[in-house]
């Protein structure tokens, strides 16, 4: 069974950048499609907004409070995925989550990339890391 663990997240001023690590065991993780999520303070867990979706060949789409700020990119060599957050905001503070789709499962590969909310998606989650982006 896939089992997810991010990690990378802390404390960065506006405007700094962090690296965010998924790393994934139990399965390959180019068998999957890759959501970045992120929960903000205060917000349900049906409220966690689909950063990005990253396919098995590296192709990402993003979500437009992200767009070039975020990059998103695999290593199934070492069974990982990484965000790299650049330019960040206060807005930006938030659980951080990656989250895997069998890439398989084609209609759910696609709900994931045009944000279809979580609830409705069959995702496999890590447990998440914390970004708080304050002075």
């Known amino acids: 069974q896939l089992q997810l663990v991010e990690s990378g997240g802390g404390l960065v001023q506006p405007g700094g950048s962090l690296r965010l690590s998924c790393v994934a065991s139990?399965?390959?993780?180019?068998?999957?499609?890759i959501g970045w999520f992120r929960q903000a303070p205060g917000k349900e867990y049906e409220e966690r907004e689909t950063?990005?979706?990253?396919?098995?060949?590296?192709?990402?789409n993003y979500a437009e409070s992200v767009k070039g700020r975020f990059t998103a990119s695999r290593d199934n060599a070492k069974n990982t995925v990484y965000l790299q957050m650049n330019s960040l905001k206060p807005e930006d503070t938030a659980v951080y989550y990656c989250?895997?789709?069998?890439?398989?499962?084609?209609?759910?590969?696609?709900?994931?990339?045009?944000?279809?909310?979580?609830?409705?998606?069959?995702?496999?989650w890590g447990q998440g890391t914390q970004v708080t982006v304050s002075s």
């Open positions: 139990g399965a390959p993780l180019n068998d999957y499609a």
């Open positions: 950063v990005l979706c990253l396919l098995s060949d590296n192709t990402a």
């Open positions: 989250g895997a789709v069998p890439a398989a499962n084609f209609m759910s590969v696609h709900n994931l990339c045009i944000g279809i909310n979580v609830q409705h998606l069959p995702v496999s």
